[in-house]
């Protein structure tokens, strides 16, 4: 009798949350002669959120199953020359700018002046004019409060991935006592410009390293997606997702249609779409709902953004992660942003920001247990 009482006294140690909220940093070695910091923001319910000033990046997100026990419910890695390497792809967890996802030949017009945009379009002589998820973001943290957050910043030069306008980003993180991750953007401009930002988290309810989620719950509210061209480019068209098989409107196993002979399927070799949340753009409502029904762990995501990028991984992860134990559709990316092409099509919502606009819009993931 007394040992399992001290076998249970241990268990319940081991997973015992936080007398309060903490925040810490640990030096994470660095990029570009700059220092990266590993911040780590934990509520007093235990729940545990690591992102590095390298590219915004969530490179894990603790919390419980119904047991109580605590895994990573994101892909990401433990050191940051896993990031960095040339083995590593697929930009897991980090911030992405200026624009999230496709536009049409990478061009796109303002005021009749034609704008070509690429990851490689570099200013000449300017070293901070990498991409978003490649830069080392300036950081600052609140450190009382039971609600700890990460503020990043950066300038982004004009001409920047062939970009116009330079643009001033402010990105807070957020871990509230509920259990819930904020992510709050914001950006100004001194020229027209377009802008959509999106943290691109994979997520596995089961835990990062459990294998497929075709299995896990899906629901997302939206009647419609863009679907897109060959390159899987949206072209303005709004279609309906009842009784097809992009319908997700009552809670489905993310593989139950997954094999659908639709050519937008068939093409992406799974899910990657972007799906017309409804709702008003700029209000806070839901986008979609993950779930694991074994470990009962629940996500919510609302957000303020227009659209919801649904992404099944649906391609050999690089050898960086197959080292760590991550499979093809192991994961499902839920990335809210504006939609894709849309400096392109103007009768999508639009993501042009001028002077003396403030781009600003939340995204939150709510983490629960059933």
Do not use: C
Not at 34 to 49: C, I, P, Q, S, Y
Not at 57 to 72: A, H, M, W, Y
Not at 109 to 135: F, L
Not at 304 to 315: S, W
């Amino acid at each position: 009798m007394k040992i399992r009482f001290v076998i249970a006294a241990l268990t319940a140690l081991a997973f015992s949350p936080p007398a309060h909220a903490a925040t810490t940093v640990q030096a994470w070695g660095g990029v570009d002669n700059k220092g990266v910091d590993l911040f780590t923001l934990t509520n007093a319910r235990g729940m545990e959120v690591k992102i590095s000033n390298y590219g915004g990046i969530i490179t894990s997100i603790r919390v419980p199953d119904r047991n109580g026990k605590l895994e990573s419910v994101t892909l990401g890695f433990d050191r940051l020359e896993d990031y960095t390497s040339p083995r590593y792809a697929g930009r897991y967890g980090a911030l992405i700018g200026r624009f999230a996802n496709r536009i049409k030949n990478n061009t796109f017009q303002i005021n009749g002046i034609t704008h070509r945009v690429s990851r490689d379009a570099y200013v000449q002589g300017e070293s901070e004019n990498k991409p978003y998820d490649e830069r080392v973001w300036t950081a600052d943290t609140k450190k009382d409060g039971d609600e700890p957050q990460l503020f990043l910043g950066l300038r982004d030069r004009s001409g920047t991935m062939g970009f116009p306008g330079t643009l001033r980003v402010r990105v807070i993180y957020t871990l509230t006592r509920d259990n819930i991750l904020r992510i709050t953007y914001y950006a100004s401009t001194d020229k027209e410009t377009v802008v959509s930002l999106t943290n691109h988290a994979y997520f596995n309810m089961a835990g990062d390293t459990s294998g497929s989620v075709l299995d896990q719950i899906l629901t997302v509210n939206a009647d419609a997606i863009t679907p897109g061209d060959e390159s899987n480019t949206p072209t303005g068209e709004i279609r309906a997702v009842a009784g097809t098989a992009f319908d997700f409107h009552q809670p489905t196993p993310i593989g139950a249609r997954i094999k659908d002979p639709d050519p937008l399927i068939v093409r992406a070799r799974g899910y990657d779409q972007n799906y017309v949340i409804n709702g008003k753009p700029g209000t806070l409502r839901l986008a979609a709902r993950l779930e694991d029904p074994k470990s009962g762990r629940v996500l919510e995501e609302w957000t303020t953004q227009p659209g919801l990028q649904v992404y099944t991984a649906n391609y050999t992860p690089p050898p960086v992660a197959l080292s760590k134990g991550y499979v093809q559709q192991g994961a499902v990316a839920l990335e809210a942003q504006g939609f894709p092409n849309a400096p392109n099509i103007p009768s999508f919502p639009s993501t042009r920001l001028l002077p003396g606009q403030d781009y600003r819009h939340i995204t939150e993931y709510r983490f629960s247990v059933k």
